[in-house]
């Protein structure tokens, strides 16, 4: 059984570097993924099925002297064991976002990117109920419901704290759904979005021109409270703001070095790890298929409910705010954003909504964080 | 003076909003219990996630308040690309 699913995983990391290659998944994360999944279930397809760990990496090892001793013998250890079981990478790629991330967009619509946002987590809320009507444990449950964040870091981060044996799937799961919103949420505003009410045009001439220093002193003090209130999650946020504060510090070499050399690096360094770590022993569990069904339902409830909040506010503006606008409370920055912008100008050409998207889309991160934390600070 | 505390008032209700609901999540919730703790932990995470609110409304109300000056001043100035002093 375990060396049909390893011919099976083999397969599927090779449609993971063509769907990647080709642009149908994300392929900065399939591309190393697909390669990691080939190459370790090859790797240990004649190996014994029983015991755990591969000639690449051993996630759960956790005695201390054979943790050292597997230290120096598989060589992707040393990065699993030092980025992955604390949190450090999914704080890699924070910084990285923070770096790419405009916090100003927040800023100069509150009211609605806040309102929005606060709908789009409907997924993160839903889910965990059901989760745990399905059978899932309430740490399994509140970990899978949320890849409804569409956060990645932010999955992993969760899985991480609450339930370690099942990460490897969750975070599986929810890059691969995150992948595919790109190609799934275009039908989901379609669907719910009539035509007319796609091709409203938004006001962007009462659009404040937000400075820097008004940038810095809101990410500060927004990251001071966070911490305060949600110390479980602390290294999030600072790893957030510290992204957003450099970059509008304007210190070139640290704003270059945190949205390529980190960013970019850390989110290889995942993708590879993930596909590594999804050797058949570690991830043919029973609970995967529930898994499936659970994160594609979050990032559905999540994108349900942030095109409610775009009708929300289209009503408290009398019909100024395009509803459509609403897909981008789910925070994966910037995908979202860009899928409300490109459907609506499939309509109307002349309506532009990034500004206002971005924004609803930035808050969702924050958004995510707060959901993530609270279920961290309480299941943990 | 004046005009510097106005311009700064969504700031400083905002962080002192925010601060004030730390205070209740983290000094005076876990003094209390049953439903008064309750009351004191929601409450206090209420008013710190709208105090961030406030902080972010401070840039929106700062765009109204330049725009009705930019208003005010006399059309030949505005055509001349000067805004208002």
């Known amino acids: 059984m375990i060396a049909i699913g390893r011919i099976v995983l083999i397969a599927l990391g090779i449609a993971f570097v063509y769907l990647g290659a080709k642009g149908t998944l994300e392929p900065l994360i399939m591309i190393p993924m697909g390669v990691g999944m080939a190459a370790v279930n090859a790797g240990v397809l004649y190996l014994s099925a029983t015991t755990m760990g591969t000639i690449f990496i051993d996630p759960m090892v956790s005695d201390p002297v054979k943790l050292l001793e597997i230290l120096q013998i598989d060589f992707l250890q040393p990065i699993y064991t030092f980025t992955f079981s604390n949190g450090l990478i999914a704080c890699l790629v924070f910084m990285g976002i923070g770096a790419i991330t405009d916090v100003g967009y927040v800023m100069m619509a509150p009211f609605s990117s806040m309102i929005i946002a606060i709908f789009a987590e409907m997924g993160t809320i839903v889910t965990f109920p059901i989760a745990v009507w399905m059978g899932l444990t309430y740490k399994e449950a509140a970990s899978i419901a949320v890849v409804g964040g569409a956060d990645g870091p932010m999955v992993l981060f969760t899985s991480l704290i609450l339930a370690k044996d099942l990460f490897v799937p969750i975070t599986i799961v929810a890059y691969l759904y995150l992948s595919l919103t790109y190609g799934a949420y275009p039908y989901l505003i379609r669907l719910m979005v009539p035509q007319r009410f796609r091709g409203i045009k938004m006001d962007l001439k009462g659009i404040p021109k937000i400075t820097p220093g008004e940038k810095i002193t809101f990410s500060i003090i927004t990251c001071t409270i966070l911490c305060l209130l949600f110390p479980v999650a602390a290294p999030l946020f600072m790893s957030f703001f510290v992204g957003v504060i450099v970059k509008e510090s304007g210190v070139k070499p640290f704003v270059e070095f945190l949205e390529k050399t980190v960013l970019y690096g850390s989110t290889f360094f995942l993708g590879l790890l993930l596909g590594v770590l999804c050797e058949a022993n570690t991830i043919l569990n029973p609970k995967v298929l529930l898994l499936l069904v659970l994160g594609s339902l979050s990032l559905l409830i999540s994108g349900i409910g942030g095109i409610i909040g775009g009708y929300v506010m289209y009503f408290l503006t009398k019909g100024k705010f395009n509803p459509a606008v609403g897909i981008a409370g789910v925070s994966c920055v910037p995908t979202t954003a860009k899928v409300a912008q490109k459907e609506i100008q499939k309509v109307n050409k002349q309506a532009m909504i990034l500004p206002y998207a971005m924004g609803a889309n930035v808050s969702g991160v924050i958004t995510t964080a707060i959901i993530a934390a609270i279920y961290v600070t309480l299941l943990r | ?85």
């Open chain 2, 1 to 85: 003076m004046k005009k510097i505390l106005e311009r700064k008032v969504y700031w400083i209700a905002g962080t002192i909003v925010g601060l004030t609901g730390v205070a209740a999540v983290r000094l005076i919730a876990p003094g209390l219990s049953g439903v008064m703790n309750t009351i004191a932990m929601i409450s206090g995470y209420v008013l710190s996630l709208a105090g961030i609110g406030i902080i972010a409304c401070s840039a929106k109300d700062r765009a109204i308040i330049m725009k009705n000056e930019w208003q005010k001043v006399p059309e030949t100035s505005q055509s001349n690309g000067k805004g208002p002093e």
